[in-house]
């Protein structure tokens, strides 16, 4: 029998928690808003999440999680083939193997269903026995552990977009001369965020160029700001019409103008 | 407001951080990690990620220097780095010839990101066993029209130098 209600009277975490403990296979679907997302379970253990207007299909999720770049997979026949197909044919044509595949379904599972963690409204409805379509990748995932960090996740999720609400504003470095920079550590990722900084380029942007989920793009933004390295301003279109070029190299001219302004101060310096 | 950005290259132990630091307004924000490594063990601290200084020019203009860690580990941000930058800087160890061939490959690297102008800095010039710049141009076969200057990176005035003499070649290729 399908079980079905509101997301306000029983919360995911309790759901998860039933799934587990009855070792239910089936299909949770949820709607919130104009989203929905369908969990799928085998004998109580997550094996794939659907989430609407995610990547489509794997080769789009590899490219998502950085795993193959767009070059790569425009070079792909692009006609509509399965999940499973994709799968054979990147791994035929060398570009990755089946264990890099396997852990990057593996990781965008679990990316997807935690965001669904923030969903406190909508509706639910759980189908047993309905497994995901034939031709998708699965994998087994404990659902204690989805449970565990997805809570844990919420809690910070919470703080954050009540910092940073707006992932469209843009960044640049702090310029008030008054702010003194303590010596701080950047990680790899902070360290890209941070070289890719242009009031031109929008929070959501620098987090895409460096596949960076929301969560992990807030956490770095929240951390500079606090270090007092950037600050927030609204994204200022850039100045030129055309797009930034892909294949990037050339640098933009430089004015004579700005290149004697810096000439100036520093021999004042 | 405006910003650009100059790059501080070179291998390990070249003088990057102390470039940055000797002219830098903010203290510079690096990542140093003490060297664990006992292969390494000539210096105490070494740059895993980066170093980052910033000279505001005016109202409206502001350079930022951003030093590459030293290792060949963290190369891959090295191009990421390089996008957009005005300039670079290839920093290399007069006293230590053994690290010439590094900072070519360096150099090489760099060129390959982008079109960018760059200057070779001879530094450490005030250690006695010091590479003079006319010799370490034909060790690292620098063409001729690139700049080779002498450098000592703990000092201001000479750090001036350098990023004076590559903004003199940027002045040249630079629009109206
Ligand atoms: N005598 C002298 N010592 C220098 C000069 N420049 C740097 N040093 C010293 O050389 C050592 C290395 O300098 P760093 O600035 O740490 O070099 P680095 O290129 O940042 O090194 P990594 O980040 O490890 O690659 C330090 O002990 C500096 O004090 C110089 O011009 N003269
Ligand atoms: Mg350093």
């Known amino acids: ?269 | 407001m405006q910003t650009v950005k100059i790059v501080v290259t070179g291998p390990f132990n070249a003088g990057k951080t102390a470039f940055i630091g000797a002219i830098s307004e903010i203290e510079v924000v690096s990542t140093e990690r003490r060297i664990t490594d006992h292969s390494q063990s000539t210096k105490e601290q070494t740059t895993v990620a980066m170093d980052f200084g910033r000279i505001t020019v005016d109202d409206g203009l502001v350079l930022y220097l951003f030093g590459t860690p030293g290792q060949r580990r963290f190369d891959f941000m090295w191009e990421i780095l390089s996008e957009g930058m005005l300039g670079f800087i290839v920093l290399v160890d007069s006293v230590a010839p053994e690290t010439f061939h590094e900072a070519r490959g360096i150099l090489d690297l760099f060129k390959n990101y982008s079109p960018a102008c760059y200057v070779v800095a001879a530094n450490k010039q005030d250690l006695k066993d010091a590479w003079p710049p006319q010799d370490l141009r034909i060790a690292l076969k620098i063409d001729s029209d690139v700049k080779v200057v002498p450098c000592v990176a703990t000092d201001k005035e000479s750090v001036k130098r350098v990023l004076l003499e590559l903004l003199y070649s940027i002045l040249e290729t630079a629009e109206e």
């Open chain 1, 1 to 269: 029998m399908a079980l079905r209600g509101n997301l306000r009277d029983f919360s995911l975490t309790q759901l998860l928690n039933l799934v587990n403990l009855a070792k239910k296979t089936g299909a949770l679907t949820l709607g919130e808003g104009n989203s929905q997302a369908t969990v799928y379970f085998r004998e109580g253990m997550l094996v794939h999440v659907f989430l609407d207007g995610q990547a489509s299909n794997l080769c789009n999720l590899l490219e998502r999680v950085g795993k193959i770049n767009e070059a790569q997979s425009r070079l792909l026949p692009q006609e509509a083939r399965s999940d499973k197909e994709w799968g054979l044919l990147l791994i035929n044509t060398g570009l990755i193997n089946r264990a890099d595949i396997i852990e990057a379904v593996r990781r965008h599972t679990l990316e997807t269903a935690y965001r669904l963690f923030t969903w406190t409204e909508g509706s639910f409805l759980f189908e047993p026995n309905v497994l995901p379509p034939d031709d998708k990748i699965t994998v087994l995932l404990h659902l204690e552990n989805v449970i565990l960090e997805g809570s844990r996740r919420v809690g910070e999720w919470k703080r954050l977009e009540k910092e940073l609400p707006d992932l469209g504003m843009a960044l640049r470095f702090t310029t008030r001369p008054e702010v003194r920079l303590k010596r701080i550590t950047l990680s790899p990722d902070e360290w890209r965020v941070v070289s890719s900084i242009d009031p031109s380029r929008s929070i959501q942007e620098i987090a895409q160029a460096h596949s960076l989920t929301d969560s992990q793009i807030r956490k770095i933004v929240y951390g500079l700001l606090s270090a007092g390295l950037v600050e927030l301003v609204p994204r200022v279109k850039p100045i030129s019409a055309a797009p930034p070029p892909k294949e990037k190299v050339a640098p933009a001219p430089v004015r004579k103008g700005i290149i004697l302004r810096l000439i100036d101060r520093i021999r004042r310096l």
